[in-house]
Structure formats: C-alpha cells, structure tokens
C-alpha cells in the first residue's frame, strides 16, 4: 500500500486551489461538499468558479498564486493544467509545509482523492494507487447503484439517537436494533424525508426498550487476587451498588465485606454438599435475579476474562436479552509475578508469555510443549498444582533444560502468601513438600530474584 487511506477532518480548515479552468470545477465540486474553507487562486477563472465566489462558497483571489501565500492550509490542489505552472504552485505549497495534488500528476503528489461514494455521513473511498481508473469507476458505479441515495439520511438520523439507543444493552441487542433500522423500518420510511425516519426509528426504539430488553443489570467484575487493595474503583462501585453477589470460590472473605450491606450474597463456589455449582445454575441464578430487576455483581477472582468461564455466563445474558458490563480485574499472573520481583516479559529473554491452564474438560490441558521448552520461555500456569508432573514430563520430553526455574506463588497479594523456587526437575518434590493449600500460580521459566535455596529454605523453616 503505497497510500494510506485517511478520513482528514476539515471542518474549518483552509483547503487552496491553484486554477480557474475545468480541472479546477472538477475538484471544487468534491471540496465544496465538505466543511472546510476553500480558496482558490486564479487569474482569469471560469463563470462557474466566479458564481460561487459571488454566492459566497469560496474565496476567489483572481491573480496566479505567489510566495508567501500559503501557510496554514491543510492540502492544496494545483489544478492549472499546465505542467510548469503546476510544479512553481506546487513547490509554493511544498515550501509551506502544506500536502499537495497535483491533478493528473501521481507521481509528484503527495496525497491523491479516492473516487468517493457519497452518502454523507457515509462515505465510501476507492482507491486503486493509480493503477485502474477503470475499476475505480466499475466499483463506484457499482455501489452507487447498491446503496440507496437515501442511505446518509437514515445515517444522519440514526447518528443523532446514537445516545438514546445507550437505553438498550450493549451487545446483540443493540446490534439487532440498527439492523431492524437500516435493513427494515429505515428503508419503508426513506422516501418520506427526515422526519419520517426519525419517527419510524424513535417507534423502532421504544419496541426494542420496552418489549424485549429486560430489567436489571449484570456487572462481571474482576475481584483481583485476593488484597483488597488491588480492587479497581469500578469494582468497588460496583461492590456499593449491588444488590445481589454472586462469587467465586476464590474471592476473598475481605471483599465479600465490601458489597453493600443489605446485598443478598451468594456463593457460587459450592452446594450445601460441598460440590461444584454447576455451571448451568450459575448462570441461571445469574439471569433469574437480572430479570427481577436488580443490579447483579458476578464477582470472579483476578480478571473475569482469564479462565472464568465468563464467554457462558454472557452467552446466557445475551440469551435473556439481560444488559451487562465487564469490570477487568488484576489477573493471578500480575500479582504473582509482582511477589517475586520479576517481570512477565524482558528484553532479550522472552517477548511473549503465555497464561496456561493446568487443567480443562478433558482433564491435563495439551500446550504446545516444545514452544515452552525453548530457553527463555515464560508462561503462567493456572491450576496447575495436580499438572505439576505431566507438565514436567512433557516439557523434558520436549527437550527442555531440567534446571528450567519453576516459581509457585501460593495466595498471590494475600497475608499468607508463599513463593517456593523450584527448578523442573525438583517441582513434584517441592510441591509434596510445600503441602499447597491455597490457590496457586506456577511460572515456567522464572525464579523469584532471591536466589531459590535462599527461599526454599526459608520455607522450610516456615513449614517446620
Ligand atoms: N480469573 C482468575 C483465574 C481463575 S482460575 C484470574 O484472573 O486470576 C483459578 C486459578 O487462578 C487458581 O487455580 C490459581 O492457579 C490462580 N489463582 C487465583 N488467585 C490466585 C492467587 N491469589 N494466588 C495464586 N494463584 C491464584
């Protein structure tokens, strides 16, 4: 791509032109259409130059363009149809600092116009570099007939309830509803003006509101590691307003303490028999206190888009036409790394870095080993404790260095925090001997800044 397409906003910019002849109305036509201010110098121009300058649509300087004429203009056109005095106007302009066409010259130009498909707001640009004219025109023709000249009205009227359409859930339902606007009740109404299109599409509005969005909210919110100060200001907010919490397992009793106090709260982690929710309820109970009409907060540990199963439990809002936000939340492997005075990623060791999962529905997950067995390679492994040996013999298998350093970081960013060094081939030993009860993040490829013995031992004397 020799050019790269912009939309320039022009909106009381200067846009000049040097030329009086047809060359010239040609391209004033296009600039007359935008909002900028045009001037044109020329010393004998054509009637049809001199009546908009009469009506006002542009400024007329009637002498060639000289030195010192230009300064602040955002482009300029030389369109003299003359090749010298194109190249003296041009480099008048260059000399300025200001970006030049020259009409019918690609090569000495700096910016050349699309051909344009004109449904203001809707503008479609079709440039060929130069190479096909023929085609440009074939696919201009093309849409012209494609899209209905009423097109940028019904976009004008639709840019203008843009805030009102805020009333509708993000997500499918919004999109459903400027579907039904531009596809169906947009075109039966376009013939009719502006006024009709905005009746049609405020009635279009207040069918979709009020038949079949529903009541209530669903903030998926990131409850970060486990210290309640890693908690974003969103999520408190949230916290504060909700009337109903639905958590994790492994969200934090300090955070559980945040919510408002006469928020219902519910423990998603478990049933009364200690075993896993099942998903479906989760997102069942999700939906069903939505529908009531209250501010629901599903509060995730970390960040609700790592390994949350939070794609479900969306998938069941949008299902139950059931509006929602997501509240990011600082990930496991951010505040882990943050213990051990490293970083994810550094120069010259690793421009990448993976977040894995120990486990996933078909039990051990399947990574891409010889990937993670290069020297160098970081990656984050989430519920990784019971994968500690599959992984270590599926990264040796693979040819990885046996002293790769292992770190565990158990109850990242909370009081009982613990960092055990390890190396692969000491990681099932030290885990056993670590007796891991909280949740745990394992990084390949990383050893805390504290040499490992030093901290192994130190966690000996703790464990003693
Ligand atoms: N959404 C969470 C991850 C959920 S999966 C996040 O972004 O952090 C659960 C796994 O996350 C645990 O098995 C453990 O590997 C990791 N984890 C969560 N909280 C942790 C903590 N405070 N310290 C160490 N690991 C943690």
Request: proline letters at 5%.
């Amino acid at each position: 791509m020799q050019h790269y397409p912009v939309f320039l906003s022009v909106k009381g910019q200067r846009i000049a032109l040097s030329g009086g002849g047809e060359a010239a109305v040609a391209k004033l036509r296009l600039l007359l259409k935008t909002e900028a201010e045009i001037v044109v110098y020329a010393a004998d121009p054509v009637a049809e130059i001199q009546d908009w300058a009469a009506q006002g649509k542009l400024s007329l300087v009637q002498r060639a363009l000289a030195a010192g004429d230009l300064s602040s203009e955002v482009l300029f056109y030389a369109a003299d149809e003359d090749h010298a005095e194109d190249a003296r106007t041009a480099a008048i302009a260059q000399d300025a600092g200001v970006l030049v066409n020259i009409v019918d010259n690609l090569e000495d130009s700096q910016f050349i116009t699309p051909a344009i498909v004109d449904r203001d707001p809707v503008t479609v640009a079709i440039g060929t570099e130069g190479a096909a004219p023929v085609l440009a025109r074939a696919i201009k023709a093309d849409l012209e007939e494609r899209l209905s000249p009423n097109l940028g009205m019904l976009a004008r009227v639709g840019k203008s309830f843009r805030k009102a359409v805020d009333a509708l859930p993000f997500g499918r339902a919004r999109r459903d509803f400027w579907a039904d606007y531009y596809f169906k009740s947009g075109p039966r109404v376009e013939t009719q003006g502006e006024g009709a299109a905005a009746q049609a599409l405020d009635e279009l509005l207040f069918q979709h509101v009020y038949a079949d969005a529903q009541p209530g909210h669903v903030a998926f919110v990131g409850a970060g590691p486990g210290d309640p100060e890693l908690l974003t200001l969103k999520a408190r907010k949230a916290l504060d307003a909700a009337d109903v919490v639905i958590y994790d397992r492994l969200v934090a009793p300090e955070i559980l303490e945040l919510a408002r106090r006469e928020a219902k709260l519910i423990d998603a982690g478990k049933t009364p028999y200690g075993q896993h929710t099942p998903q479906e309820h989760i997102n069942g109970l999700i939906v069903e206190h939505a529908l009531q009409g209250h501010l629901v907060v599903r509060l995730k540990s970390g960040d609700p888009t790592v390994f949350g199963r939070l794609d479900e439990e969306l998938d069941a809002c949008d299902a139950a036409r059931v509006a929602y936000t997501v509240v990011p939340g600082i990930t496991a492997a951010s505040a882990a790394v943050a213990s051990i005075g490293q970083s994810l990623t550094k120069r010259g060791r690793n421009a990448s870095v993976r977040f894995l999962t120990g486990h996933d529905v078909d039990g051990f997950a399947d990574h891409d080993w010889s990937d993670l067995a290069a020297p160098g390679a970081v990656a984050a492994v989430y519920m990784g404790k019971k994968a500690a040996r599959f992984m270590q013999g599926r990264l040796i298998m693979h040819g990885a260095d046996p002293f790769t350093p292992i770190t565990i970081v158990e109850n990242a960013s909370r009081a009982d925090q613990r960092v055990i060094g390890s190396t692969l081939t000491t990681l099932p030993q030290d885990l056993a001997d670590a007796h891991l009860t909280g949740p745990a993040l394992t990084f390949i490829g990383l050893s805390p800044r504290r040499a490992a013995a030093t901290l192994t031992k130190f966690q000996q004397q703790e464990l003693a």
